[in-house]
Structure formats: C-alpha cells, structure tokens
C-alpha cells in the first residue's frame, strides 16, 4: 500500500469582530443617531445652565448692592430659569443613559447576530473545506484504502463534530444561564430601588397633607376669630347709636314742654300790657309759632330715633348668632 502523506489543515478563519464591522444593523444605527443627537443637545443644555447660573450670580450681586423690587424680580426670574436649565439638563442626563443602555444592548444583539452569521458561514467552509480535502484524500488513497478509507473518514469526521458542537452548546447554555442570573440581579435591585421610592414619597404625601390639614384649620379658627369680633364690635356700635338717638329723644321731649310754658307766659304778659305795648304783644304771638315748631322738630327727630334704635336692636341677635 502507497503512503499518503498527511496534509496539513488550513481552516479559513472567519472573525466575529470584523463580520459585526461589516454589518451594520438598522435599528442599531438609528439608536446611535439619537444618542448623537442627545449628546448635542446635553451640551447646548448644559451651556444654557452655565449661562443661567451666570445671570443668576450677576442678579444675586446686583440685589445686595441695591435691595429693590425691580432687582429681586430679577433674582427671582433668573433663579426661576436657571433652575429650570438645570431640570432640563438632568432630563437629557436620564435620557442620555437610556439611550446608551439601549445602544449597548443593540450593538451587543447586532454582534451576536454578526457572530452567529460568522460561526455559520465558518461552519459551512469548514464542511466545504472538510468535503474537498476528504475527496483529495481519497483520490489519493484510492488505490489503497478504496471504499473502507471513506467509510472510516466519514465516521471520524462526524464525531469530531458531535464534539465540537456539544462543546459549543455546553458554552453557549453557560453564557445564557450566567446572563439570566445577571438579569435577575437587577431585576431585583431595581425592584428594591423602587420599593423606597415609592416608599418615600407615601411618607412625603402624608406630610404635606398632614401640614396643608393644619393650616386650613389654623385659617379656618382665625376667620372665626375675625368674624366673633366684628360681630361683636357691629353690635356694640349699633347698642352705642340705640342709645344716643334715645337720649336726643329724651333731651328734645324735655324742651318742647318749656318752650310751651314760655309762649303762654308772654301772651299772659302782653294780654295785660298797656295799649302802648300792643305792637310789641303782637309782635310776641309771632313767637308761638317758632316753639310749636321747636316742639314738632322734636318730635320728629324723636321717631327716627326710635327708629333707629330699633334698626340696630334688630343686627345685634344675628351677630351675637354668628359669634
């Protein structure tokens, strides 16, 4: 038998980084644009920040050089601005984040994909490259091996690559079960995370309903307060000019009856008063007229003042009621 010289295998090696070079994936390319486009706008934001801060340094110097209105309204707007720049900024951050997160995942599936493509067209090579050098092998060995050299080839070939694929599958089952244990980690810490989020911001709640509940009673007990004593003071008022008008009354009653006596006296007088006096006598009755009105005046701011009095009786109840 003729010995057939072992040829040396020269497997085409195909590499996973430069098959994930060479395909570029959609979805991942666009995720890098907007992660692009997010970086841009963190940095017109964050330049917008600085610029806040500045104006609200130059405005905070300005206010305590020149304590006015117009300044704190300044100070205020600026401070108003510069925080807002700043929630701004921290919103691009957060999205910023998400946006690599999601670029880092993208390229790792791209890369995965790439790699599997890669191991697929090697494996394909490798069975092309396998099929031509066992065939090269035979016609070579023909003559000496003939029908049992494929045979035994054949069967050779097969379990080198039963073994290859189990040992790809054993390494591919291990990243795949140390990737779920990774998963179920931060599954779990961000259900932590957001368990005391949420805890923290019940307890915020209650405490600002708790502080709002107070201060609605405290208002409440103070417009009670106000109202208790304006009632009270309406009623002393109206109790004040009750009283006034009832001594007028009195005063005007008193002085229409002396008023009367005064006229009777001087007709009395004139009646027995010489002829010469007699002009002067008709000149006195002209008098009466003037006390009857005296009298009538009094009377009249008499019934007003009842009036009155009675008008301010009647809030007094109704305030002592809202008291």
Known sequence: MAKVKAKKKTYAKTSA??????????????????????????????????????????AASKASKNTTAAGKKALASAQAAAKKAAANVAALNDKLKSAKAQVKTL???????????????????????????AEADLQKAIKA?????????????????????????????????????????????????????????AL??????????????????????????????????AKAAAKADKAKAKSAKAKAPKATKAAALKKAAASKAKPAAKKAAAAKPAKKPAAKKT????????????????????????AAAQA
Do not use: C, I, N, Y
């Not at 390229?107 to 050098?133: G, I, L, P, V, Y």
């Not at 140390?178 to 779990?188: D, L, R, S």
């Not at 009298?295 to 109704?318: D, G, I, L, N, W």
């Open 295 to 318: 009298a009538k005046k009094a009377v009249a701011k008499k019934a007003p003042a009842k009036r009155a009095s009675k008008k301010a009786a009647q809030p007094a109840p109704a």
């Open 145 to 201: 091996f003939a029908a049992s050299f494929m045979k035994k080839r054949k069967k050779e070939d097969a379990a080198k690559e039963a073994a290859r694929l189990k040992k790809e599958k054993a390494k591919e089952k291990a990243a795949a079960k140390k990737a779920a244990a990774k998963a179920k980690e931060a599954a779990k810490k961000a259900a932590l995370k957001a368990k005391a989020a949420a805890k923290k911001q």
């Open 17 to 58: 980084v430069t098959a994930v070079k060479k395909v570029k994936d959609a979805a991942l390319a666009k995720a890098e644009a907007s992660l692009a486009k997010l970086e841009k706008d963190l940095a017109a934001g964050k330049k917008k920040l600085d610029a806040a801060e500045a104006k609200v340094k130059a």
């Open 107 to 133: 390229a790792a599936s791209a890369k995965a994909k790439a790699a599997a493509e890669a191991r697929k067209k090697a494996a394909e090579d490798r069975k092309a490259q396998m099929a031509a050098k």
């Open 204 to 237: 915020r709640d209650k405490a600002a309903a708790k502080k709002a509940a107070a201060k609605a009673k405290a208002a409440a007990k103070l417009k009670a307060a106000r109202e208790k004593a304006a009632a009270k003071k309406a009623a002393a008022k």
